[in-house]
C-alpha cells in the first residue's frame, strides 16, 4: 500500500505542476507591471519569452487628437476588431521627440481596472492592468502638464496571453498646445469627458470621403519654430489647408523627412532635393501605400525630356522608414535619411550643401517609378541649409502665369475682334483711313500684330519656365505649338500678298482665311485642355466661361451674316435700279463710284454690334485673365475674404 502511494506521489507532482503551466499560460502578472520595465515596457514574464512581431491586433485610441495644457482626455485599448480580449497592458506617454520622456500623468481608473505606476519618480505617469481577468477594453484618463508643448505618442504593451504580447503599440501623435490657445472647448481645467460612440461589429471603411482640411491638424504646430515646413499650394501652411504637405526636422546627425498628403486618390507622395526648382539629377524620397501599408523607396530623377524618376542603381537602404500610416486614403510617413547619400557619381551631402525641396504627389505608378504629379507638384522659392529652421515658399509662377494671360489676351481678345473686322467690314467706314489704310484693314492688322507679338512672347516664355518639353499627359503642349507654328506663318505670308487683279489673288485670300480660322478655333480647343493642367491649378468651372464666349461670338457671327446677307441683296436691288435710270443717260460707272464711296447697309449695325461685342469680349477676356492670374482662384478669393 506505501509502495503504491509512493508510485502515485510523483504522478500527482506532476499533475499539479501541469495545472499551474496552464493556469501561467493564460494569465498576466496579477498585480500588473512592475515599475522596474518603466524604460523597456517588456512584460517581466521570465524564461525569454521574446514580444511577438506580427502587427498587433490591438490599437490605442485617443479622445482628441489636440489638448491644453493642464487637461484631461480619455485613453482606450481595444482591441482589433472589438472584442477581441487581453490580459494584461502597460500604458505611458512620451515626448515624440528627443529625450522621448515621459510625460504627463494618468488620474484614477474609469473602470476601476487599472493601476497607477511611478516611473522615473514621477507619481501616477503611467498605468498597467489591476488584476489579470480578460478584458475587451480599457479606458483610462490622462492629464497634460502645465509646462510641456509639443507632440505626445501613447505607448502600450498589450498581454493576449502569458506567452503571447505586443510591446509599444503606438497611438496617433497628440498634440499639447497652450492653455490660451483659441478652441472650441470650454474654458475649463480639464476637457469634458465625451463617451466615444458605441463600438458595433468591426468592419472596415469602404465608403471614400471627401478631404476635409483640419485646421487643428497637429503636423502643423512647431512649423516654423523646431521645424521647416512646406506645402502645396503654395502659402498654404498659414491657413493650415494643405493639400500636400512635408516638414524637415534635423537633430545632431538625424535628418527626418515627414510628408503627408490630403488628397483622396493619392498613389504616392515624394519629396525631392535638387540643386535647382527643375526636376532632373534629384535625389527622392518616395512613399507610396501597398497592399494597405505604406512603403518607402528612393529614387534618383535622371536629366532628359521624361525626367523619370528610377529606383534602379539607387541603394534603397540609404534611409529609413520609422512611421507611417495610410488611412481613408491619407498617406503620411516619417523618413530619417543618410546625412551622405551617393548616387550614381553625384554626392548629396545634407549637412554641408543646400538644396531646393521638391513636392509632388500623383494618382498612378509606373513599373519601377511613380507616375506623373497630376494632383500637385511644387518646388521651393531658394535652396536651404535643412539644419536651419525657417519658413519657405514655393518658387515663383510668374512666368506660367504670363502665359497664360498673354495667350487668353491673343486668342480670345484680339484675334476675335481681328477676323471680325476682316470678314465683315470691308464695306464699312468707306473712304476713311488710318495711316494711310482702309480703316478695317489698320484696326485689322493692329489686332493681328498684337496676336502675334503675345502669342511668341508667351512660346518663349512658357519654355523658360518648364525648361523642356511638359510630360504631362495632355494635348494642350502640342495644340499650342501646331498653333503657334501657323500663327507663326500667318504675317510672313501676307508679305507675299498678290495684287487685287492678279490671278493667285484668291488662292491667298482663301489660304490667309483657312490658316487665320483654323489658328483660332485650335487656340480656343487648346485653351480648353488647359484648364486640365496641373501647373495651371484653374476651376473646372471656368470651362463654362469659355463656353460662353464660343456661344456669344458664334452668335455674333450669325448676326452678321445674316444682315451681310439682307444687305447684299439690298445692295444688288439698288444697283440694278440705279443702273436702270441712267441707260439713257449713258451714266452706268457713275453707280459704282458712288458705292465705292458709301457704307454697305446697315452700317450703323454693324457698328453698334461692334461696340457691343467689345465690350463683352472685354469683359470675358478680363474675368479669364484675373482667373488665371489669381489660380488657384477659390483659394485666393477665400484668402481676400479673411483678410
Known amino acids: 500500500?506505501?509502495?503504491?502511494?509512493?508510485?502515485?506521489?510523483?504522478?500527482?507532482?506532476?499533475?499539479?505542476?501541469?495545472?499551474?503551466?496552464?493556469?501561467?499560460?493564460?494569465?498576466?502578472?496579477?498585480?500588473?507591471?512592475?515599475?522596474?520595465?518603466?524604460?523597456?515596457?517588456?512584460?517581466?514574464?521570465?524564461?525569454?519569452?521574446?514580444?511577438?512581431?506580427?502587427?498587433?491586433?490591438?490599437?490605442i485610441e485617443t479622445s482628441s487628437l489636440v489638448i491644453r495644457q493642464g487637461q484631461a482626455m480619455r485613453v482606450d485599448i481595444i482591441g482589433v476588431p472589438p472584442g477581441l480580449s487581453f490580459g494584461g497592458f502597460m500604458v505611458q506617454a512620451r515626448n515624440r521627440n528627443s529625450p522621448h520622456q515621459i510625460i504627463g500623468q494618468f488620474n484614477s481608473s474609469l473602470d476601476g481596472r487599472v493601476k497607477l505606476m511611478n516611473c522615473e519618480n514621477s507619481v501616477g505617469n503611467s498605468a498597467t492592468h489591476a488584476n489579470p481577468t480578460p478584458k475587451q477594453s480599457a479606458s483610462l484618463e490622462w492629464q497634460s502638464p502645465l509646462d510641456f508643448l509639443g507632440e505626445v505618442v501613447f505607448n502600450a504593451t498589450v498581454a493576449q496571453a502569458y506567452d503571447s504580447f505586443w510591446v509599444g503599440i503606438p497611438s496617433s501623435p497628440v498634440q499639447v498646445v497652450r492653455r490660451d490657445t483659441n478652441s472650441n472647448y470650454p474654458q475649463t481645467t480639464r476637457?469634458?469627458?465625451?463617451p466615444p460612440p458605441p463600438r458595433g461589429s468591426y468592419a472596415p471603411k469602404t465608403e471614400t470621403p471627401s478631404m476635409v482640411e483640419i485646421s487643428d491638424d497637429p503636423f502643423y504646430f512647431e512649423c516654423g519654430r523646431s521645424k521647416t515646413c512646406f506645402g502645396w499650394p503654395d502659402g498654404c501652411i498659414g491657413d493650415k489647408s494643405c493639400k500636400l504637405l512635408s516638414a524637415i526636422i534635423v537633430r545632431g546627425d538625424v535628418y527626418e523627412f515627414e510628408m503627408k498628403s490630403g488628397s483622396i486618390g493619392a498613389a504616392y507622395i515624394a519629396l525631392g532635393l535638387s540643386n535647382d526648382n527643375k526636376m532632373g539629377d534629384d535625389l527622392v524620397t518616395e512613399c507610396i501605400p501597398q497592399n494597405g501599408k505604406v512603403n518607402l523607396y528612393t529614387s534618383y530623377t535622371s536629366g532628359g525630356p521624361n525626367y523619370a524618376a528610377k529606383r534602379t542603381?539607387?541603394?534603397?537602404?540609404?534611409?529609413?522608414?520609422?512611421?507611417?500610416?495610410?488611412?481613408?486614403?491619407?498617406?503620411?510617413?516619417?523618413?530619417?535619411?543618410?546625412?551622405?547619400?551617393?548616387?550614381?557619381?553625384?554626392?548629396?551631402?545634407?549637412?554641408?550643401?543646400?538644396?531646393?525641396?521638391?513636392?509632388?504627389?500623383?494618382?498612378?505608378?509606373?513599373?519601377?517609378?511613380?507616375?506623373?504629379?497630376?494632383?500637385?507638384?511644387?518646388?521651393?522659392?531658394?535652396?536651404?541649409?535643412?539644419?536651419?529652421?525657417?519658413?519657405?515658399s514655393g518658387s515663383s509662377t510668374l512666368l506660367l502665369r504670363l502665359h497664360g494671360a498673354f495667350m487668353l489676351i491673343a486668342w480670345i481678345g484680339t484675334t476675335s475682334l481681328g477676323i471680325l473686322l476682316a470678314r465683315y467690314f470691308k464695306q464699312t467706314w468707306v473712304g476713311k483711313q488710318l495711316c494711310g489704310k482702309d480703316k478695317w484693314f489698320a484696326w485689322h492688322r493692329v489686332c493681328m500684330v498684337v496676336t502675334w507679338s503675345l502669342t511668341m512672347t508667351a512660346f518663349i516664355i512658357i519654355f523658360v519656365e518648364i525648361g523642356g518639353w511638359s510630360t504631362e499627359r495632355n494635348p494642350?503642349?502640342?495644340?499650342?505649338?501646331?498653333?503657334?507654328?501657323?500663327?507663326?506663318?500667318?504675317?510672313?505670308?501676307?508679305?507675299?500678298?498678290?495684287?487685287?487683279?492678279?490671278?493667285?489673288?484668291?488662292?491667298?485670300?482663301?489660304?490667309?482665311?483657312?490658316?487665320?480660322?483654323?489658328?483660332?478655333?485650335?487656340?480656343?480647343?487648346?485653351?480648353?485642355?488647359?484648364?486640365?493642367?496641373?501647373?495651371?491649378?484653374?476651376?473646372?468651372?471656368?470651362?463654362?466661361?469659355?463656353?460662353?464666349?464660343?456661344?456669344?461670338?458664334?452668335?455674333?457671327?450669325?448676326?452678321?451674316?445674316?444682315?451681310?446677307?439682307?444687305?447684299?441683296?439690298?445692295?444688288?436691288q439698288q444697283l440694278n435700279v440705279f443702273q436702270m435710270s441712267d441707260l439713257g443717260h449713258h451714266n452706268m460707272s457713275n453707280g459704282h463710284r458712288m458705292d465705292s464711296k458709301t457704307d454697305a447697309p446697315y452700317a450703323s449695325f454693324r457698328k453698334g454690334l461692334l461696340a457691343v461685342y467689345t465690350v463683352v469680349l472685354t469683359l470675358f477676356v478680363v474675368v479669364l485673365v484675373l482667373i488665371v492670374v489669381l489660380a488657384p482662384i477659390e483659394e485666393t478669393i477665400n484668402t481676400l475674404k479673411s483678410n
Not at 350 to 359: A, D, V
Not at 559 to 564: A, E, R
Request: hydrophobic share 45%; proline share 7%; glycine share 6%.
Open 313 to 392: 542603381n539607387v541603394a534603397q537602404n540609404n534611409a529609413r522608414l520609422t512611421q507611417s500610416s495610410f488611412i481613408d486614403g491619407v498617406i503620411y510617413c516619417k523618413v530619417q535619411r543618410d546625412m551622405l547619400t551617393e548616387v550614381q557619381g553625384k554626392q548629396f551631402d545634407l549637412s554641408n550643401n543646400k538644396y531646393h525641396i521638391l513636392l509632388a504627389s500623383g494618382t498612378s505608378l509606373k513599373e519601377d517609378s511613380v507616375g506623373y504629379h497630376d494632383i500637385g507638384r511644387l518646388p521651393s522659392d531658394k535652396p536651404i541649409n535643412l539644419a536651419v529652421v525657417q519658413n519657405l
Open 476 to 572: 494642350h503642349a502640342i495644340l499650342g505649338t501646331i498653333t503657334t507654328a501657323i500663327c507663326f506663318i500667318q504675317p510672313i505670308g501676307a508679305l507675299f500678298r498678290p495684287a487685287p487683279t492678279s490671278k493667285s489673288r484668291p488662292i491667298f485670300n482663301w489660304t490667309h482665311w483657312l490658316g487665320g480660322n483654323l489658328a483660332h478655333i485650335l487656340s480656343i480647343v487648346t485653351i480648353f485642355f488647359a484648364v486640365q493642367l496641373t501647373k495651371a491649378e484653374l476651376p473646372e468651372w471656368m470651362d463654362w466661361i469659355l463656353v460662353g464666349f464660343v456661344v456669344v461670338h458664334v452668335i455674333v457671327h450669325l448676326i452678321y451674316s445674316i444682315f451681310g446677307f439682307s444687305s447684299d441683296r439690298q445692295y444688288s
Open 1 to 59: 500500500m506505501l509502495s503504491k502511494r509512493r508510485r502515485t506521489l510523483p504522478l500527482i507532482i506532476l499533475l499539479i505542476a501541469l495545472q499551474m503551466i496552464s493556469w501561467t499560460s493564460i494569465m498576466s502578472l496579477p498585480q500588473g507591471a512592475p515599475e522596474s520595465v518603466c524604460d523597456t515596457m517588456l512584460p517581466f514574464h521570465g524564461g525569454g519569452i521574446p514580444p511577438a512581431s506580427s502587427l498587433p491586433p490591438y490599437r
Open 191 to 194: 476637457l469634458p469627458y465625451v
